[in-house]
Each structure stands twice: as structure tokens, then as C-alpha cells.
T-cell receptor, first 114, second 115 residues
Framework: GAGVSQSPSNKVTEKGKDVELRCDPI?????LYWYRQSLGQGLEFLIY????????KSGLPSDRFSAERTGGSVSTLTIQRTQQEDSAVYLC????????????FGQGTRLTVV | GNSVTQMEGPVTLSEEAFLTINCTYT??????LFWYVQYPGEGLQLLLK?????DKGSNKGFEATYRKETTSFHLEKGSVQVSDSAVYFC??????????????FGQGTTLQVKP
């Protein structure tokens, strides 16, 4: 597609349930990032993929959070046993790689845990 | 670790006023610096960037200069428009060290421009 696509755009889930958030990066972009945007914490880095591997997972807040990327393309962020503090907008970005290149962001998934 | 500090908002200006949004950073190595903008209802998009000391990034009338001596990257615009109303994020990337390209963001500054 023309841009980074994320789905769903909105997700309401009950506390304790698992959720999966999907990201389709720009075709050909080897680098993919997940960020979280919340009122109290601003924009936080979660995880970085280069191809299908994740050399930097340092931002994942707990072991309830995991992510994978397949075929060097689509990525899924999974949150297990959701808690209310997980409520936030989850943003995905992709780039052609390296710290000097522009990252293109998706519209995000707004997750609300009730 | 690396960090970015932005001036707190919201910033409210009249149309055609001069804008400055302050941004300072702490980093090891030689990061690249960015300003991203989030217009209402839209995703984050790159506004401008600078990759080395004394570089000036510019776009849509906005400018920012990479100042290594003051570790700053302040955003300026000479004459703001109502359409500039948005949230502005200063960010750095780890280019030159681990080079993952991950971004460290400031807290964001909301700008509201009134006609």
C-alpha cells in the first residue's frame, strides 16, 4: 500500500483478555517499529525489527507484551492479560533502515481496556 | 540514556505571530534530530530533520538548527497560520551508535493558532 496501515483502528477489550494489533508497513521497508502513545508517558519506543528479527526489544514494558514479524512485512503486537494501564494508542512505523532515514507512521490503534 | 526535553504547552498564538518551540537533548554519540507533527485526526509525519551539528532543517516555513554546543534543536516559524495548529514532537535517533533508527521523543507541544 501507499502508507503504513494498522488495524484495528479502535479496540475495546475487557481486562484480562489478550489482544493482537496488526501493522502493514510500506512495501520494501526493512525496518519496523512499534511505539506507544499515552497521556502520562508521551511517545515510548517498544520494539524494533530489522527484517524478521528484533534486535531491540528494550521498550517492551513487561513479558505480557510480545511482537513478531513474518516475511519481512506484516507485524503483530500481542498483549496478553490486558490491564487498564495498557490503554493507549499503539503506533507502528517503518523505514528503509538506519537512523538517518525518515520513519513513516501509521494512524495507530487506540486500545481501551475496560 | 538518551532523552529529549520540550517546552510544555499548550502554546496559543495569533495568526502571523512568531513561533519558537524549545527542544534540548541528551545523547551519546552523534544522533540525528527530528521534528514530527501530528495534525488533528492524522498520524505522525516528519516535518524536518538535521543529521549533524550546524545543519539546518527546513520545511513549510519551519526551521530548526542542530546546535551541538547547546544540545538544542529549537523549532521556529516566522509567521504561523491557523493550519499549523497541531502537536509537535522533537525526537532524536541513535544514528551513529547502535543505529537502529529508533526514535526518542519529547513530550510533545500543542500549538493552537487563532485567527
Amino acid at each position: 500500500g501507499a502508507g503504513v496501515s494498522q488495524s484495528p483502528s479502535n479496540k475495546v477489550t475487557e481486562k484480562g483478555k489478550d489482544v493482537e494489533l496488526r501493522c502493514d508497513p510500506i512495501s520494501g521497508h526493512t525496518a519496523l517499529y512499534w511505539y506507544r502513545q499515552s497521556l502520562g508517558q508521551g511517545l515510548e519506543f517498544l520494539i524494533y525489527f530489522q527484517g524478521n528479527s528484533a534486535p531491540d526489544k528494550s521498550g517492551l514494558p513487561s513479558d505480557r507484551f510480545s511482537a513478531e514479524r513474518t516475511g519481512g512485512s506484516v507485524s503483530t503486537l500481542t498483549i496478553q492479560r490486558t490491564q487498564q494501564e495498557d490503554s493507549a494508542v499503539y503506533l507502528c512505523a517503518s523505514s528503509s533502515g538506519g537512523g538517518n532515514t525518515e520513519a513513516f507512521f501509521g494512524q495507530g490503534t487506540r486500545l481501551t481496556v475496560v | 540514556g538518551n532523552s529529549v526535553t520540550q517546552m510544555e504547552g499548550p502554546v496559543t498564538l495569533s495568526e502571523e505571530a512568531f513561533l519558537t518551540i524549545n527542544c534540548t537533548y541528551t545523547a551519546t554519540g552523534y544522533p540525528s534530530l527530528f521534528w514530527y507533527v501530528q495534525y488533528p485526526g492524522e498520524g505522525l509525519q516528519l516535518l524536518l530533520k538535521a543529521t549533524k551539528a550546524d545543519d539546518k532543517g527546513s520545511n513549510k516555513g519551519f526551521e530548526a538548527t542542530y546546535r551541538k554546543e547547546t544540545t538544542s534543536f529549537h523549532l521556529e516559524k516566522g509567521s504561523v497560520q491557523v493550519s499549523d495548529s497541531a502537536v509537535y514532537f522533537c525526537a532524536l535517533s541513535d544514528y551513529g551508535s547502535s543505529n537502529t533508527g529508533k526514535l526518542i521523543f519529547g513530550q510533545g507541544t500543542t500549538l493552537q493558532v487563532k485567527p
